[in-house]
């Protein structure tokens, strides 16, 4: 398994600011997601942060609007840019460990948009 | 229609009942199936993870996937207080990495 740290574990923003989550992990990874989870929905694949590359967008979702940094292996953020209320959710960055089935999960950041 | 479809509950027992949470899937393509245990304010957290069908036990937890049905199921026995959480189930393929997520099913488990 991975253990794996968020931060801030929690924020409250106003509207039209930026928020930078931070993810890190305590071994290398090679694949690392980003989440989003709003009440009573299923998890939300927002992108696949890439090592060395550009991350990798789901539909609806824009590197504008979410970019995403992956220096090295065992770091990720995700900026959550120019928010508004509906932007208030759970994000949560996971983690694929060598064993490619298993998907890990961070504790989350709560962000409430004002 | 949803790739995996779960019953949100919430669902309430007494404490040492025993429990069981569905998730039904619609792609015949799934070869791998978890379940997750989230507690309040907090990341989801691997509870079981199962490869193609048939059971698989740890501790009071069974995970049973019936792949003919596209169905899976955990049961949970001498259910505890410190059982109550939601759960949810997953779900990938062999090929990619994306993973399907159920709604998750909100247990309390009343002492």
């Known amino acids: 398994s991975a253990v794996i740290s968020q931060k801030p574990s929690r924020d409250i923003c106003q509207r039209g600011t930026s928020l930078t989550i931070q993810c890190q992990v305590d071994?290398?990874?090679?694949?690392m997601f980003w989440y989003r989870q709003q009440p009573g929905q299923s998890l939300t694949l927002i992108a696949t942060a890439n090592q060395g590359s550009e991350a990798t967008y789901e539909s609806g979702f824009v590197i504008d609007k979410f970019p995403i940094s992956r220096p090295n292996l065992t770091f990720s953020t995700l900026t959550v840019s120019n928010m508004s209320p509906e932007d208030s959710s759970i994000y949560l960055c996971?983690?694929?460990?060598?064993?490619?089935?298993?998907?890990?999960f961070g504790p989350g950041t709560r962000l409430l948009v004002l | 229609q949803k790739e995996v479809e779960q019953d949100p509950g919430p669902l309430s027992v007494p404490e040492g009942a025993i429990v069981s949470l569905n998730c039904t899937y619609s792609?015949?393509?799934?070869?791998?199936f978890m379940w997750y245990r989230q507690y309040s304010r907090k990341g989801p957290e691997l509870l079981m993870y199962t490869y193609s069908s048939g059971n698989k036990e740890d501790g009071r937890f069974t995970a049973q996937v019936d792949k003919s049905s596209k169905y899976i199921s955990l049961f949970i026995r001498d259910s505890q207080p410190s059982d109550s959480a939601t759960y949810l189930c997953?779900?990938?393929?062999?090929?990619?990495?994306?993973?399907?997520f159920g709604t998750g099913t909100s247990l309390t488990v009343i002492p």
């Open positions: 792609n015949s393509a799934f070869q791998y």
């Open positions: 997953a779900m990938s393929s062999n090929t990619g990495n994306q993973f399907y």
């Open positions: 996971s983690v694929y460990p060598s064993v490619r089935e298993t998907q890990y």
């Open positions: 071994s290398q990874v090679t694949m």
